[in-house]
Nanobody, 121 residues
Framework: VQLQASGGGLAQAGGSLRLSCKAS????????MSWFRQAPGKDREFVAY????????SYADSVKGRFTISRDEERSTVYLQMTSLKTEDTAVYYC???????????????WGPGTQVTVSS
């Protein structure tokens, strides 16, 4: 499974951005799609995940109420709508896919190359 993320860029605090992640195919090992992020000097952290079939989603506390993850099954694409952005949301955002729902990066076997999100004050 290959993943390609897009949509990163520069936004002002309080603004919005939408990230997209397209999967080349879906298999039994890729039933969940997630977003993680990594800021300079920090560990990679969980942002959100969603089940392809169920649509069940979960979010990190730091983004709950501001970010929304969704999926378009026909396009094999997952989106991360980010609103009310804060400077601390600045990071490289990665999409990943795995067989089970998890907020642990180790559970995901396939990763996209990442897209930079920069939020200015």
């Amino acid at each position: 499974v290959q993943l390609q993320a897009s949509g990163g860029g520069l936004a002002q605090a309080g603004g919005s951005l939408r990230l997209s992640c397209k999967a080349s195919r879906r298999t039994f090992t890729s039933r969940f799609m997630s977003w993680f992020r990594q800021a300079p000097g920090k560990d990679r952290e969980f942002v959100a995940y969603i089940g392809w079939s169920s649509g069940y989603s979960s979010y990190a506390d730091s983004v709950k109420g501001r970010f929304t993850i969704s999926r378009d099954e026909e396009r094999s694409t997952v989106y991360l709508q980010m609103t009310s952005l804060k400077t601390e949301d600045t990071a490289v955002y990665y999409c990943a896919t795995g067989a089970i729902a998890s907020d642990w990066a180790g559970q995901y076997g396939h990763w996209g190359p990442g897209t930079q999100v920069t939020v200015s004050s």
